[in-house]
């Protein structure tokens, strides 16, 4: 929450209790309170990611073809001097995110690559993942990464690593949204 007054925190039995005050438009969350009285297993991979990819892939099947997985043989190593590597954010799709772009009709420039990863794995995973399929797939490629939300995260990761490579110190960029 962004908070324009003043909160304040107080003790009600066991809790505790916050109070605050805010103008509606800066109040972007909200608090939740929830008692667990058992232990919760941690999820260490999404279950839905795979069902909505699929479910993505049948509703915009031009876009899929449009925008090809990074992990598709549809990809010709050595055969693409630049590119766009789209990375949604947490529990969406890249095909969701790029629909209205294909909609329009408004790319006609740098082919675009989607990287679908679970977001449910650690960012790092996501980002070892990514810049092993940078690698195999576009390995001469001057790259521009647009990722959203926690892709942002992830892309930020895996361009680092990028660096560390000879060669790869120019040939990277990222738009965060």
């Known amino acids: 929450a962004v908070i324009d007054g003043w909160t304040r925190m107080r003790r009600h ?22 008692r667990v009285e058992q232990k919760v297993e941690r999820l260490t991979s999404d279950p839905s990611w795979r069902p909505r990819l699929a479910q993505q892939q049948h509703d915009y099947p031009n876009v899929a073809a449009q925008f090809p997985a990074l992990n598709t043989d549809m990809i010709p190593p050595h055969g693409v001097p630049s590119a766009i590597i789209f990375v949604h954010g947490t529990v969406s799709c890249g095909i969701g995110c790029l629909e209205p772009i294909a909609a329009a ?26 810049v092993e399929l940078i690698q195999a797939k576009l390995p001469d490629a001057k790259l521009l990464l647009v990722a959203h939300s926690r892709g942002g995260l992830v892309s930020k990761m ?16 990222l738009i965060t949204l």
Do not use: Y
């Open 13 to 34: 039995g066991e809790m505790l209790v916050a109070s605050l005050r805010a103008q509606v438009p800066f109040l972007i969350g909200k608090l939740l309170r929830r």
């Open 105 to 130: 009709g408004a790319w006609n420039g740098a082919p675009i690559f989607r990287f679908e990863h679970d977001t449910f794995e650690p960012i790092a995973s996501n980002a070892t993942c990514l």
């Open 158 to 173: 895996a361009i680092a690593r990028l660096r560390q490579h000879a060669g790869w110190g120019d040939r990277v960029e």
